[in-house]
């Protein structure tokens, strides 16, 4: 069984393009180049080219002593805090801008929740000089200010979303109006693994440099490309979906997902899809999202700005209902607890989305020979008031 996304844009139930007419034009022309485009040679020179100049790739895989000798495993971080911008979210815009010029696109439009994917679209549009326009949620352009003032240095527009919760799936909403108005010369890139087709599947590809390092650093290391486990957060799920790639039909190597459960699973202020959602349509695909009775979306809460998605996506959604991936939720405190260890133990502070996926060490035991890869998505500055506020610091 492959876990990988079929002809039609779908894993397993999960996926599909349930798009307005108006946008179908945009999502059909994207659909049916994006391949061919990927697999140009020049394109792909121009892609590695970029990735290893200006982000810094590739990221080093990390043995992490103290940390390891804490929990009794060998722990690998891959550290995507180190690329350009301070997150992986750059593997995916630079690939999507080079996307837009071959599509002839002018003007980018991007929404963000944490602001690194944000920042990351200003970035490549400064890079390549194209207009820029990034929506986002009002409450998260108050708890992200420093990446909201670097998107404005860096020339891009920031619109804040006023509408129901004013995070990220409100700027979703608003990004695909935009869209829909503007359906010729403008190219959205979306940052995660979400939306319809054939955005989750390139948006993996593009991250999928992520495991492709991997395999090979860990042969370095350890005499073998896979570990025996891979942990990453997952809101959407770019980064999940980038260090899983590989390894998603190697079924030897354990994925597990670690999910926001905020307050608690059951408070009402949870982001925890996998144990709250159910399927339904959200941004163009078919998911697993958190809904009332009657299919309206649930608001859903984190400390996290990255992790306050009311959904996941199709890939993500297909693992967990197949059982090819163990999902675990993680609650703000565990997750800030978490962050706080790796500071003291590594010397590294972590973005909180990436300390989710670090609190499951506290959650469940490895064996001591055991090869655990950790996703270190990003780095905690853009969180630094939430770390000062929470810890009284």
Not at 20 to 34: A, H, K
Not at 83 to 94: D, L, P, R, Y
Not at 233 to 260: F, Q, R, T
Request: charged share 25%; hydrophobic share 35%; with cysteine.
């Amino acid at each position: 069984m492959s876990y990988q996304v079929n002809e039609k844009g779908y894993y397993g139930d999960f996926g599909g393009a349930f798009i307005p007419e108006m946008l179908y034009p945009n999502v059909e022309e994207l659909r049916s180049g994006y391949l061919n485009i990927m697999q140009e040679e020049g394109f792909q020179k121009e892609f590695r080219q970029l990735l290893k100049d200006y982000v810094g790739r590739p990221t080093p895989l990390y043995f992490a002593e103290r940390f390891s000798e804490k929990f009794g495993a060998k722990v690998y971080l891959k550290r995507e805090d180190l690329c350009h911008t301070g997150a992986h979210k750059v593997n995916n815009t630079i690939g999507q801008i080079l996307m837009a010029k071959r599509l002839g696109k002018n003007r980018i439009i991007a929404e963000t929740g944490a602001g690194q994917h944000g920042v990351a679209t200003a970035t490549v549009c400064a890079l390549m000089g194209i207009e820029c326009v990034v929506y986002m949620g009002e409450i998260d352009i108050k708890r992200q200010a420093p990446n909201v003032a670097r998107m404005k240095m860096l020339g891009a527009t920031v619109v804040p979303a006023k509408s129901g919760s004013r995070t990220l799936k409100d700027a979703t909403n608003e990004a695909i109006r935009d869209w829909i108005n503007n359906p010729v010369d403008t190219h959205y890139i979306i940052g995660s693994v979400v939306g319809p087709h054939p955005y989750p599947d390139m948006v993996a590809r593009f991250q999928s440099v992520i495991s492709e390092e991997v395999k090979k650093q860990l042969q370095e290391k350890e005499g073998r490309e896979a570990p025996d486990h891979v942990v990453a957060c997952v809101g959407g799920g770019s980064n999940a979906a980038g260090i899983y790639y590989h390894y998603l039909d190697d079924e030897k190597v354990n994925i597990i997902a670690v999910e926001a459960a905020g307050e608690g699973i059951l408070t009402g202020k949870s982001a925890a899809t996998s144990a709250l959602g159910r399927e339904g349509i959200i941004h163009g695909s078919k998911t697993l999202l958190m809904q009332t009775d009657d299919g309206q979306i649930t608001e859903p809460y984190s400390i996290s700005a990255g992790l306050d998605y009311p959904g996941v996506g199709p890939l993500h959604a297909n693992l967990f209902r197949t059982g090819r991936g163990k999902f675990i939720s993680v609650t703000d405190e565990e997750a800030m607890a978490a962050g706080l260890q790796l500071c003291k133990l590594e010397g590294i502070i972590p973005a909180i989305e990436t300390a989710h996926a670090l609190a499951i060490f506290d959650k469940r035991k490895f064996e001591k020979d055991e090869v655990v890869v950790v996703n270190l998505s990003g780095r905690g500055d853009k969180d630094l008031n939430t770390y000062i506020e929470h810890f009284n610091l």
